[in-house]
């Protein structure tokens, strides 16, 4: 057979999609690769409109037996990986791998969440260190619980807050009830990102210059490049 009539005859026999999360995952699942490898076997067939494969068709493209992918198949019954469901005809049955993509989905909202988790307890970490270092002393028990009720009853964003220290820094007025009248201000005026608040503040400040603050505008400003980062 020629070079090309192979390659032809290679593409016409068609090629499955296996999902990445599952090469990916399969082990959190407890699976075994011959397991895997299974439920990789029962895909094909069913890819190629053949459901309900045999247990000798299964073992023909594996190296186990017909006995022994009857008994993994028990297995991954029991274990909710494959359920045999029965079709409208009398006597037809089909594999289906429902339960398998239900658990894959259940895990990645599961990796999903902890991640998501993590991430806000990294920020919220971050946002105190700021405080900190701005105010340039441990927080008290109130103005830490200050700082949670904005997180958690508020639901300020934790980037917006970080701006709302920058509006009291540079305005001179570091305290707590400053920030949380900023806060409350944006707030509501609909001010959920950071280039909002700059420009809001900005737009503010502007608005609130004198002619003698322009004058002693050659002043060197601080500047604060935690939060541009």
């Given at each position: 057979?020629?070079?090309?009539?192979?390659?032809?005859?290679?593409?016409?026999?068609?090629?499955?999609?296996?999902?990445?999360?599952?090469?990916?995952?399969?082990?959190?699942?407890?699976?075994?690769?011959?397991?895997?490898?299974?439920?990789?076997?029962?895909?094909?067939?069913?890819?190629?409109?053949?459901?309900?494969?045999?247990?000798?068709?299964?073992?023909?493209?594996?190296?186990?037996?017909?006995?022994?992918?009857?008994?993994?198949?028990?297995?991954?019954?029991?274990?909710?990986?494959?359920?045999?469901?029965?079709?409208?005809?009398?006597?037809?049955?089909?594999?289906?791998?429902?339960?398998?993509?239900?658990?894959?989905?259940?895990?990645?909202?599961q990796e999903s969440r902890q991640s998501a988790l993590h991430q806000t307890l990294s920020e919220e970490k971050d946002l105190y260190t700021c405080f900190e270092q701005e105010f340039g002393r441990p927080l008290s028990p109130l103005e830490c619980e200050t700082l949670s009720i904005w997180i958690d009853q508020d639901h300020h964003d934790a980037v917006i807050i970080k701006a709302a220290l920058r509006e009291a820094v540079i305005s001179g007025k570091l305290n707590f009830r400053y920030i949380d009248r900023i806060l409350f201000e944006w707030k509501k005026k609909g001010i959920e990102t950071l280039d909002q608040a700059r420009e809001y503040g900005q737009r503010f400040r502007k608005g609130q210059t004198t002619p003698e603050q322009v004058r002693r505008s050659d002043k060197a400003v601080p500047f604060y490049n935690w939060l541009e980062q």
């Open positions: 057979m020629e070079e090309k009539e192979l390659l032809i005859e290679w593409m016409d026999k068609g090629m499955i999609s296996i999902p990445q999360v599952l090469l990916t995952h399969y082990k959190e699942l407890r699976l075994t690769e011959t397991e895997l490898v299974l439920l990789l076997q029962i895909f094909s067939f069913k890819q190629k409109g053949q459901h309900f494969p045999t247990f000798e068709e299964l073992s023909a493209h594996m190296t186990i037996t017909a006995s022994e992918c009857s008994i993994l198949i028990k297995k991954l019954i029991q274990q909710q990986m494959l359920i045999i469901e029965e079709g409208d005809a009398l006597g037809f049955e089909s594999y289906s791998l429902k339960p398998l993509w239900k658990k894959l989905a259940d895990f990645m909202i």
